[in-house]
């Protein structure tokens, strides 16, 4: 299905060039396997790689003055969303609207592993545990 959203004529391209740089090294140890502050790239966004094999294990309690959007990868995970919790699968995407506290474990059977987008050009974090 081809998608015509909008008139590229209204919308010049932006003239920064294309930017790579590596977040995390897919075979490292531990539960963070790295970032990116999208300010190195020229992003609006900021990535981290999470994933953990202990059932019961992920970030402790913490708030950010912007959404983060967490992409379930593989496994399962209970987010704890404000006052809300939230089951996910591998494949489910998830919003953590700003200013809100959340947390995330690991469900199980099995790993988990996420991508997390800060809606920001770098982290910034308050834990409250």
């Known amino acids: 299905m ?3 959203d909008y008139d590229p004529a209204t919308a010049p391209p932006d003239d920064r060039p294309a930017a790579k740089a590596r977040a995390f090294d ?10 990116l502050a999208g300010e190195r790239i020229g992003s609006a966004n ?4 999470y994933g953990t094999d202990t059932i019961g ?11 983060e959007t967490f992409v379930v990868i593989t496994g399962h ?3 704890f969303v404000g006052d809300e919790v939230i089951d996910a699968a591998a494949g489910d995407v ?4 700003a200013g809100q506290p959340h947390r995330f474990e690991n ?5 988990l592993q996420t991508i997390d987008i800060h809606h920001s050009p770098r982290w910034i974090q308050t834990d409250l545990d």
């Open 57 to 67: 294990e992920g970030p402790r309690l913490h708030v950010h003055p912007y959404d």
């Open 46 to 49: 900021t990535i981290l790689a």
């Open 107 to 111: 469900a199980g059977p099995g790993r």
């Open 77 to 79: 995970a209970r987010f």
């Open 2 to 4: 081809a998608r015509r």
């Open 94 to 97: 998830l919003l953590a609207p």
């Open 26 to 35: 897919p075979s490292g140890e531990g539960p963070w396997r790295g970032a």
